[in-house]
C-alpha cells in the first residue's frame, strides 16, 4: 500500500474548494461529485490550501445546494434547515479582509485514521501556521470544529500582525466518519453528532491525546517544526451548532487545557444531554472559563428544542455563575453569516489581555457563597494509597482515614501531620467515632465490626457481617450497609448496644454510603447502582420505617448511574454527597443545590467528613489521595447529640 502522506503537497486552486467547506448544517454549499473532488478531500496527502480556498464556508452569499453534491456533505443535511429565513447583511469587520503588507500564514491539509477513542474514524485536518510562529517559543493554540470556518486564517494573520491576538497556531478539524466497506452500496457511519453534542470527556481526550500530538508530528512547508502551548490559558477552542456545544465541553471537562470558548448558534437542546448545561453551570464551583456567544432569534426550534432561547439560557446561566462571558444577539436563523462578520471581535475579546491567565469569578448561587471561602482552595493531604475511604474525626477533630487494598490506617493530627497507625486494619472500610470515645469500623477482610479505644485496644462488636460503611448514633446504635453487588438486594443491618444484630432493610441496589440526619430521626443511605440517595425514618427501636427516595443526583453523561457514595451532614442541614460528579450537595428536601468537582486523583469522590479543631475542614478521600479544604460551614458530630438544623427553604 502506498504511503499517501508521503507525496508532496498538493497546491489547490482558488477553485478548486474553495466554495465546497467542511459540511455543517449552516453550509449550504454544493461539492461537485467527480472522482477528483472525492479524492482531494479525502486523500491522506498534506494539501496547502490557497489563501481563499476554504475560507468561504460561512460567507455572506448563499450557493444553491446541487442534488447530487449533498451526498457527499460529511453529515445529512435536514430538510428544515432549507426554512432559514434570507440571509442579513453584517458589516465586514477589515480583519476578515486580506491586506497588502500583512505576513501571511500558510494552511496544511492532512488526514487521522488511527484513533482509539473513536475507533475506526477517518477525518482531515488543516493547521494553520503564522508567518509570525518561531519553533524556540511554544505557541499559542485555536481548535475549531468542522473545520475551517470565519474566515478564520486571514483573521488570524491580521489580528497577530497588529498584535491583537498572539501567535497561534489554527487547528481545524473535521468530524469524524467511518468508512463503508462498499461505497457503492453502503452508507459510511457519520459520527459529528455522537463526537459533538454528547456531554463528557472523550472529544477533549481525542484533542489532548490524539489529534494535537499528531499536529506536532508535522512540519511548515519551510521545515519549521510545530509546538504548541500545553498551557490551557494559551488555548482557544470555537465551533458553531453542535460544534459549539462540543467546543464548550471541552473546556467544561478540562478547563486547565482550554480556558477560551468561541460558540456559535450553539446547539444546546435536547438532542444528546446539551440541555442540561444551563442548570449544571448554575451548581457547579465556577470554573476559569471565558465564552463568547453568538446567535440569532430565528434559530431552529424544532423537536431538540429552541436553540435561541437555548443560548440564552446558556449566558444567563453563566452570568449567574460568575463567568466572564460576552454575546452578540442577531436576527438570523441557523447560519454562520454573523459567526463569521463578528468573529474578529470575539478573537480580540477572548484573547484580551493575554498572557493574564483566565480566572472564575464569583458565583451568585447562595449555597456556594454559604459554604466556599474564597480563594481556599483543595490541598493534597497525602498521596499514593492503594484506595481511600472510611474517613472520621473523633471529638478533637483529628482525621482517620483507610487506605482499604493496603489494611492500613492513617491518622492526621490537628498539626496537619500524616502518621500510619501500628495496625493491621483488616481492609477497613467504613469508619465512624461513637458517643464513647471509640472508633468503629468495617473490617472487609475479617466480616466483622470493630471498636478501638484510645489505646489502640481492638474488640469485636459484630461478626459475619460483610459491611461496608457504618454510622453510629448518640443511642449507641449502630447501622451498618451490606451491598451484595448491583445486581442482589442489599442489607442494612442494625447492630444493638448489647451486640444484638438485625436485618432492618433489604433491597436497594449496592448500598453504600450512611449517615443521620443532624436531629437523628432519620437516615439516608446512597444507593449507587442508581442516581438516588433514600431516606428512613428512624423509630424508637431503631428500625426503619417510612422508606423512600430523596435525593436525585446528577449522572455523568458518560454513566448509567451517579454511584454516590459517602455522605455526610452540616449544621445546616446540607448533605454532602461523594460521586462520580465530585462532591454533590443537597438541601434538606434532597435537591443537588450545589457541585464541587472532585481534585485530581486515579479514581472517583469516595468519601467525606468534616474536620479540625472546629469540624470546618472538609476532608475527602479520592483514590489514590486525600484531600482538605476549609469550609464556611461545619459539620455534625453524631456523638455529640442531636442538632436541629434551620428550617429548610420549600
Known sequence: MVDRRRRPPVRVSRTGISRTGISHPGNMIALKQNRYMKNLLFSAAPVRVSRTGMFEMFSASRTRVSRT??????????????????????????????????????????????????????????????????????????????????????????????????????????????????????????????????LGNAYAKFLLNELLPEVEKQKASDGRIIRLSKSGNDRAIGGSSSGAVCAFTAAWEYPAEFSRVFSAIGTYVGLRGADRYPSLIRKYEPKPIRVFLQDGANDLNIYGGDWYKANEMMERALSFAGYEVSHVWGEEGHSGNQGTAIFPDAMRWLWKDWPKPVNAGPSRNQVLSDILIPDAGWELVGEGYGFTEGIAANAKGEVFFQDIPNAKTYKIGLDGKLEAMPLNAKKASGTCF?????????????????????????????????????????????????????????????????????????????????????????????????????????????????????????????????????????????VFVASKLGIQVLDQLGRVNAILPAPPSNGQASNCCFGGPDFNIFYLTCGDKVYRRKFKTKGVNFFEGMHKPVNPRL
Not at 488570524?156 to 500582525?161: A, G, P, R, T, V
Open 69 to 198: 453534491g449533498i451526498f457527499f456533505f460529511l453529515i445529512f443535511v435536514p430538510v428544515w434547515l432549507f426554512a432559514q429565513n434570507a440571509a442579513v447583511k453584517y458589516p465586514v469587520d477589515s480583519a476578515s479582509v486580506e491586506h497588502a503588507g500583512v505576513p501571511k500564514g500558510e494552511v496544511l491539509k492532512f488526514s487521522f485514521d488511527h484513533s482509539s477513542i473513536f475507533p475506526g474514524t477517518t477525518r482531515d485536518y488543516w493547521i494553520y501556521i503564522p508567518a509570525q510562529y518561531q519553533p524556540g517559543k511554544p505557541a499559542c493554540v485555536y481548535i475549531n470544529q468542522d473545520g475551517i470556518q470565519w474566515k478564520a486564517p486571514t483573521v488570524f494573520d491580521n489580528l497577530i500582525s497588529k498584535n491583537e491576538m498572539p501567535v497561534t497556531i489554527g487547528v481545524f478539524v473535521a468530524p469524524g466518519k467511518v468508512p463503508a466497506t462498499n461505497a457503492s452500496v453502503a452508507q459510511d457511519r457519520y459520527n459529528r453528532s455522537f463526537e459533538y453534542d454528547g
Open 434 to 574: 461513637g458517643p464513647d470515645g471509640k472508633r468503629y469500623v468495617v473490617a472487609g477482610a475479617t466480616k466483622q465490626v470493630i471498636s478501638y479505644d484510645a489505646d489502640g485496644k481492638e474488640t469485636v462488636v459484630a461478626d459475619s457481617i460483610n459491611g461496608n460503611d457504618i454510622v453510629v448514633a448518640k443511642n449507641g446504635n449502630i447501622y451498618v450497609t451490606a451491598p451484595d453487588g448491583t445486581s442482589n438486594p442489599s442489607k442494612i443491618f442494625l447492630i444493638k448496644p448489647d451486640g444484638r444484630k438485625t436485618v432492618v432493610d433489604l433491597g436497594l441496589k449496592f448500598a453504600n454510603g450512611l449517615t443521620l440526619t443532624p436531629d437523628q430521626e432519620q437516615l439516608y443511605i446512597t444507593e449507587s447502582a442508581s442516581h438516588w440517595v433514600w431516606i428512613y425514618k428512624i423509630q424508637p427501636d431503631g428500625s426503619l420505617a417510612n422508606k423512600q427516595h430523596y435525593g436525585w443526583l446528577q449522572v455523568l453523561d458518560t454513566e448509567e448511574n451517579a454511584w454516590s457514595d459517602g455522605l455526610k451532614c452540616d449544621t445546616a442541614g446540607r
